[in-house]
């Protein structure tokens, strides 16, 4: 089982830093990916990142504004959301997916073997 940690309320233009970690596990060997649910609209993956933390991917609504990345030695993964739009509030879920391909990077909903239980987002004036 996977735990977000770091959402909260935060005003448009804001920052927040999520962290994603292994409950009982590890992420070592898994490539993780980052998705959020908005209220009314389905699941959509936004970032991805392989095992290494070498390679890395984005959606292009946040491409620029969100960075993802990995500190293998604490097994957490992390989100940085930069420049926060009211459209970004949603729950966001981490989930991972066990691979020994090394350049794997994967953000698709139906692929994943792993979830978290969400961190919820609200970007508001």
């Known amino acids: 089982q996977l735990v977000e940690s770091g959402g909260g309320l935060v005003q448009p233009g804001g920052s927040l830093n999520l962290a994603c970690a292994a409950s009982?596990?590890?992420?070592?060997?898994?490539?993780v990916g980052w998705f959020r649910r908005a209220p009314g609209k389905e699941s959509e993956g936004i970032s991805c990142?392989?095992?290494?933390?070498?390679?890395?991917n984005y959606v292009d609504s946040v491409k620029g504004r969100f960075t993802v990345s990995r500190d293998n030695a604490n097994d957490t993964v992390y989100l940085q959301l930069n420049s926060l739009r009211p459209e970004d509030t949603a729950v966001y879920y981490c989930?991972?997916?066990?691979?020994?391909?090394?350049?794997?990077?994967?953000?698709?909903?139906?692929?994943?073997?792993?979830w978290g239980k969400g961190t919820l987002v609200t970007v508001s004036s």
């Open positions: 989930a991972a997916l066990v691979t020994v391909v090394h350049s794997l990077c994967v953000m698709e909903v139906n692929r994943m073997d792993y």
């Open positions: 009982g596990g590890t992420l070592a060997y898994s490539t």
């Open positions: 990142i392989n095992t290494s933390g070498d390679i890395t």
